[in-house]
């Protein structure tokens, strides 16, 4: 027995064993060395990890189900191993291939004792190994539990070494196994236990190595830290086909003439701006990238094989792995995303660069991103968005990329947004309408707004809500309109062009085989339905289908493990009753505002001290219960829709982020704007008139728009819940709630009894601080809050010009936010590679279609520009807009009043005749009273052709500026034609080179030749862990050919 500075070596007559069903009293082992020849009963029959995902036949899951029963109720201790076993090891041990030595003897398996002091030596917060050179690319974390009872105990602090018999040496055992009775939680522990020994072995079986603490304590967490060495990162680079820089390097063809003079202008005035990032130092040369091929070495600069791959990669590949690795024990599922799912593991991340507020000079990527980045002192910077791509993945890239495009698209139209605005605060003197109605001396005597209780008004009294509405519903409005609709085009397109120019810079063209790789791996949750299918299957058919070739039943397997139409018909069936439901249920709080807002409204006008406020108290209470509902109806609509999504359950991870974004968008759509909808296109629209009212409830009257119009109060209600929206859960929520969770998981770790270590807890590792922080749940809750705001800046921007501007401030907040939470807050997510943001473009784009139709509509119908027009150019006298008022006004004779609802104690009984309303209908001495006028018809004729207008001329311009703008930038295809070329004039000129060095050592010995074909073959090896001089020496051949 040997000590080394990680672990105990233990070696018998030459051979290594790994001993994964441990006596109890061997708890707290120090060092265990492993192979992949397993001498452990139960483990033999494991098989080899498949180079890639494999189809589960029933015969497999029929295998992991009996699997299941065993040890439960018992847990096997192993005697010692049959006689013999030790001496024919070293027999077999030299038999083994190259390939199998590399396994048997280089996978070390650490068990660290916690109580063990940290080296001088060491950091004291550490990315690596004990041994401070191999490096953690991933971590599984789990919880254990000692067993109620145990025969024997030894201290936290003893270490205890197994030999390979099984015995330890502290206290020898001899004989045959012996039964230990379990109780039921003991049980399913020691199952857990089984199920992460065997898939820890598979993992080593792939050629990662594995390194972890020793469980020592009552219970408590542990760390099994990945690493991967170079030759699986090769050979799961090539794999994948991961694109790597070659050594060939180019010039980016960059603008010449006035555009180079002005882009060199813009980019002196810009400077100030851009974050002091190693990324914006040389962004005029680029590397050819090449898929990553064992077999040309030569191609690529490989410097320091321990950083070629940087950590995203090196932790994506491991994760690939993870993602593929089968465990027998557990149903015979595949992956480490099963394996969370049934709490056999905690959780499984890569660990962050070190930590972002460490004192020193010492920098790393993750301390970048937060000072450049992350902070809110840097809010004017530009975006690293280099840096973030390589720090998180092109996914995330992609998302910050898209918001910070979104964000700068918003500055033009918020500074338009605003000259509208102003506009109407400019006009406001020189609007007609809104003198007329101010003017006393008309004296429009109108209808009571309620029964009894209310009087009759003059139409003066509402001169500020005139001139209110004059700010948003002026002329200008139409053309910002039709602005917004081009500019939402205008924004869209170049988002295409940006992702296309940040795919080429990424190299990210030609990953569809990547997303089809990605398409193989199926959901843990989708095969569990498989399996609980197949298993009620298990009659006579199945049984013969077991016993016949597997070859003959391949393609019947095909057809039975899959969900068809029929196993998912219940889970679509729930989830269009659920979305029908959900639907109906926003609906019916919408309406059961508008009760309120109408009982509240009778029930203050019965008060004279309150009478005069009625509208506006009633708009605001109603507005701030919206929100409200909102608020929580968006929470619960987005578990809903988590949960319709699980019941459909989908096959793989992105059609379920699909359907998942497609259901709550819809939901949480409804519930954002139906309020809005309702003050937009309905109310006011189904009174009545003055002796014919629409009654509710027999006996309060539907309530009507102010005598300015809805859009007014439309106004009102989008600002309101745009910000509150903005500012409550976006906000407040996405500040407040990750504290409230850091605070209750610290209250509960100091609550709990647990046996701590000091030396420990004042130097924590990277991989326990990672585990602190909240688990990575993925963007859409990111992409949605932006959508939402995306639709209120652009569906109903004619009523609320500023609206592009609020946006605009809180997005700058927004992207600051969401960089502190990525950077400190959450776990590091996996690097994960895609080519654009997927059907969130989708989404968007039909949004910005969506708005042409309700802005058109808005100003047609809501707004009163159409009756202007019409009375401007077919009615008035002179061209203008005088007598405009007293042309929307119809006469009501007050004799013709219902019985009952006359005003009570009315100032104007005697003096009374007729009274005004706002409709066009023929007055009371006309052959049909009260009937729709002419105005009416022609109003509304010409309020349909607006539309029909101004829909077409919108959709006009922008598919004109769609076809303008050319979704791939000219600079980048050419760069494209230019990199191919490039690249198969290198490929020719280093395959010149090698067959001529060659030709030059063609007449060398063939010893050498011998020696080169095996250093290349050691190179190309599928795992095990090399000594750092031969991967150094391999390396070096490759790269000076």
């Not at 569906?795 to 939470?821: G, Y």
């Not at 009501?892 to 007729?914: C, R």
């Amino acid at each position: 027995m040997e000590l080394a500075s990680g672990g105990i070596s233990l070696s018998s007559s030459g051979c290594w064993v790994c001993l994964w069903s441990v006596p109890s009293a061997a708890q707290s082992v120090f060092g265990v060395l492993c192979a992949s020849t397993m001498a452990t009963p139960g483990l033999q029959d494991i098989p080899l990890l498949p180079g890639s995902p494999r189809r589960l036949s029933p015969r497999a899951v029929a295998r992991g189900s009996q699997g299941d029963k065993q040890g439960q109720q018992h847990l096997k201790v192993p005697g010692p191993p049959a006689t013999g076993l030790q001496g024919s090891s070293n027999q077999d041990s030299g038999q083994l291939s190259d390939e199998e030595s590399s396994h048997s003897s280089s996978v070390i398996n650490n068990y660290l004792d916690a109580n063990e002091p940290v080296p001088s030596e060491a950091p004291l917060s550490r990315m690596h190994f004990y041994d401070n050179q191999r490096k953690v690319d991933y971590v599984l974390a789990y919880h254990y539990r000692k067993r109620g009872a145990h025969p024997s105990h030894s201290s936290p602090g003893q270490s205890l070494a197994i030999i390979s018999n099984g015995e330890t040496g502290k206290e020898p055992h001899a004989g045959s196994s012996r039964d230990i009775e379990l109780g039921r939680l003991d049980a399913l522990e020691e199952e857990r236990k089984e199920q992460r020994e065997e898939f820890e072995h598979n993992l080593m079986e792939a050629g990662l190595e594995l390194e972890k603490d020793v469980e020592n304590k009552s219970q408590g967490s542990i760390f099994v830290r990945i690493h991967a060495p170079w030759q699986v990162l090769a050979r799961e680079a090539e794999f994948l086909k991961i694109k790597v820089p070659t050594k060939k390097m180019y010039d980016i063809k960059s603008e010449g003439g006035i555009a180079k003079k002005f882009n060199e202008i813009l980019q002196n005035l810009s400077s100030p701006l851009k974050p002091r990032v190693p990324e914006h130092s040389n962004n005029r040369m680029k590397n050819l990238s090449y898929p990553f091929s064992r077999e040309k070495m030569y191609l690529y600069n490989i410097q320091d094989k321990d950083t070629f791959f940087d950590n995203a990669t090196r932790s994506r590949i491991v994760h690939e792995i993870l993602k593929r690795t089968p465990c027998s024990r557990a149903n015979n599922t595949m992956g480490i995303n099963f394996l969370i799912a049934n709490n056999i593991y905690e959780a499984a991340y890569p660990l962050h660069d070190g930590e972002y507020d460490s004192p020193g000079d010492d920098m790393n990527d993750r301390k970048l991103l937060y000072q450049e980045w992350a902070r809110y002192g840097v809010f004017y910077k530009f975006q690293p968005i280099d840096l973030i791509r390589k720090y998180f993945g092109e996914k995330i890239g992609l998302y910050f990329a898209w918001l910070g495009l979104y964000t700068s698209f918003l500055i033009p139209s918020s500074i338009i947004g605003v000259i509208v605005f102003l506009y109407g605060c400019a006009t406001i003197e020189e609007d007609i309408p809104s003198k007329e109605m101010c003017d006393q001396q008309n004296a429009f005597t109108m209808c009571p707004l309620c029964d009894k209780a209310c009087d009759y008004w003059n139409l003066s009294s509402a001169c500020g809500t005139a001139r209110a509405s004059h700010l948003f519903d002026n002329p200008a409005t139409v053309f910002f309109s039709i602005f917004m609709a081009l500019w939402a085009t205008m924004f869209l397109e170049n988002w295409k062009r940006l992702q296309m120019r940040l795919g080429y810079f990424w190299d990210l063209t030609g990953i569809e085989e990547e997303e089809e790789r990605a398409q193989e791996h199926s959901r843990p949750e989708y095969e569990t339905k498989v399996r609980e299918k197949l298993l009620k299957k298990s009659d006579q058919t199945v049984v013969q289908k077991l016993g016949t070739n597997m070859l003959e039943s391949e393609d019947e397997d095909d057809d039975e493990d899959k969900l068809t139409w029929k196993d998912r018909f219940p889970g679509y069936l729930i989830n269009v009753v659920s979305i029908l439901f959900m639907i109906a249920l926003t609906f019916s709080i919408v309406f059961a505002v508008i009760v309120y807002r109408i009982t509240t409204a009778a029930a203050l006008s019965l008060n004279k001290d309150t009478r005069s406020n009625v509208r506006v108290t009633v708009t605001a209470t109603a507005v701030i219960i919206n929100l409200v509902v909102i608020l929580i109806l968006d929470e619960i609509y987005g578990a809903v829709a988590k949960w319709l999504t699980q019941i459909e359950v989908p096959k793989t991870e992105q059609t379920f982020e699909e359907r998942l974004i497609l259901k709550a968008f819809l939901l949480k759509f409804v519930n954002a704007y139906s309020p809005i909808f309702y003050v937009a296109f309905f109310k006011g629209r189904f009174v009545g008139r003055p002796g014919s009212y629409v009654y509710v409830f027999n006996g309060y009257r539907m309530e009507e728009c102010a005598p300015g119009g809805c859009l007014m109060e439309l106004c009102i209600q989008l600002s309101i819940i745009m910000l509150g929206k903005q500012l409550i859960q976006n906000n407040i929520f996405e500040i407040g709630v990750p504290k409230l969770k850091k605070l209750f998981r610290k209250l509960k770790d100091e609550t709990e009894p647990r046996e701590t270590d000091s030396a420990h807890s004042r130097h924590p590792e990277q991989w326990d601080l990672d585990y602190s922080l909240e688990p990575y749940t993925g963007l859409t809750p990111e992409y949605m809050e932006m959508i939402i705001q995306f639709g209120f800046v652009t569906i109903f921007v004619a009523s609320f010009p500023l609206a592009p501007v609020f946006a605009l401030l809180n997005n700058v907040i927004e992207v600051r936010l969401d960089a502190k939470k990525f950077v400190t807050e959450l776990r590091r997510p996996d690097a994960v590679r895609t080519k654009d943001i997927g059907i969130w473009f989708d989404i968007l784009s039909g949004i910005g279609k969506f708005s042409v139709i309700s802005n058109a509509f808005v100003i047609a119908i809501t707004s009163d520009f159409i009756p202007r027009l019409v009375y401007q150019y077919s009615y008035s006298h002179n061209g203008t807009l005088h007598g405009f008022v007293n042309h929307t006004l119809s006469f009501f004779n007050v004799s013709q009043l219902k019985e009952g609802t006359q005003p009570e104690n009315s100032q104007f009984d005697q003096d009374v005749q007729f009274c005004r309303f706002k409709d066009y209908r023929e007055p009371p001495w006309a052959p049909n009273p009260y009937e729709y006028s002419k105005q009416y018809w022609s109003i509304l004729s010409a309020r349909l052709a607006f539309v029909i207008i101004f829909q077409n001329l919108v959709m006009f311009l922008s598919v004109l500026v769609d076809w303008m703008i050319p979704d791939i930038p000219t600079d980048i295809s050419d760069q494209i034609k230019k990199e191919k070329s490039l690249l198969v004039d290198f490929f020719l000129r280093e395959e010149h080179e090698k067959l001529k060095l060659m030709d030059e050592t063609a007449p060398s010995s063939q010893g050498g030749s011998h020696q080169s074909r095996r250093s290349r073959a050691a190179s190309s090896a599928p795992s095990g862990h090399s000594q750092p001089g031969s991967i150094a020496s391999s390396g070096s051949q490759h790269t000076s050919v």
